[in-house]
């Protein structure tokens, strides 16, 4: 087997479960594709494609950028979220482009996730831009075991160069939600992509890493934003700016 099919294969592998676990088998075939769209692990497309017999197929698509460094369970997520975006097309009604509306948030708690606008509860379940957390005893959380407990998942590829997600968009409460869960499970589930291939060639994308902090002066409470460990100075009150 190619590369190229071992790496869709598992994406069809997780696909075709999720289908039959948490649809009931109601979504069409689609096309994968990797993408490295900024600040999106994926994506869906409806009737990207179509064959010269006028056929017409979905496209979901998932960024290689930030899987290498996201737990197993959060490629899942991403996964399942967008074949709710798929169910919504075939069997409801989409919002706007880009509006995650109110069937579509039902039917995420239906299938074990939370919609929100944060990625943590207390968040908005709807809106333009939307996240989301695994809920703790749900269908999902259920599923992702039996997936994981039935076959090693994992994807055979990796993209090198693996992007970090900013801190502040991470849902810290895996372990939480996972409830009763064997240690083994867990951390087949919470282990990132590159941990479970035991991988020394990946090379950390050091520029997503950088989360801007701010800078004060005391004189004039002047403030600018930029990387940690950066030497300001504000030229009018001429005083070092302290960092945050």
């Not at 997936?147 to 990796?158: A, G, N, R, T």
Request: charged share 25%; net charge negative; hydrophobic share 30%.
């Amino acid at each position: 087997m190619t590369p190229t099919s071992e790496l869709y294969s598992s994406l069809q592998k997780s696909f075709d479960f999720f289908n039959e676990t948490l649809f009931d088998r109601g979504l069409p075939t689609v096309i994968f594709t990797v993408q490295r769209q900024k600040s999106v692990m994926g994506y869906f497309a409806p009737d990207r494609w179509a064959s010269k017999e006028g056929k017409n197929c979905h496209e979901i698509a998932i960024n290689p950028s930030y899987v290498g460094q996201a737990a197993i369970i959060e490629l899942f997520q991403t996964l399942v979220h967008e074949m709710v975006h798929c169910w919504q097309h075939v069997h409801g009604t989409p919002g706007r482009r880009g509006y995650h509306n109110k069937e579509w948030a039902k039917k995420m708690k239906d299938v074990g996730l939370m919609p929100s606008t944060t990625g943590r509860p207390g968040g908005k379940e709807t809106g333009e831009r939307m996240s989301d957390y695994p809920i703790a005893g749900g269908l999902f959380i259920d599923k992702c075991k039996t997936l994981v407990s039935s076959e090693s998942f994992i994807l055979p590829w990796v993209d090198r160069y693996a992007r970090v997600t900013p801190p502040n968009e991470v849902f810290e409460n895996y372990s939480e939600v996972l409830g009763d869960t064997d240690s083994v499970t867990v951390s087949s589930l919470t282990s990132t992509v590159s941990e479970l291939l035991q991988s020394e060639t990946l090379v950390i994308d050091t520029a997503a890493q950088k989360v801007k902090s701010k800078y004060t002066c005391q004189g004039c409470k002047a403030n600018v934003w930029g990387r940690s460990g950066l030497n300001i100075s504000c030229d009018d009150c001429d005083l070092s700016m302290e960092e945050n």
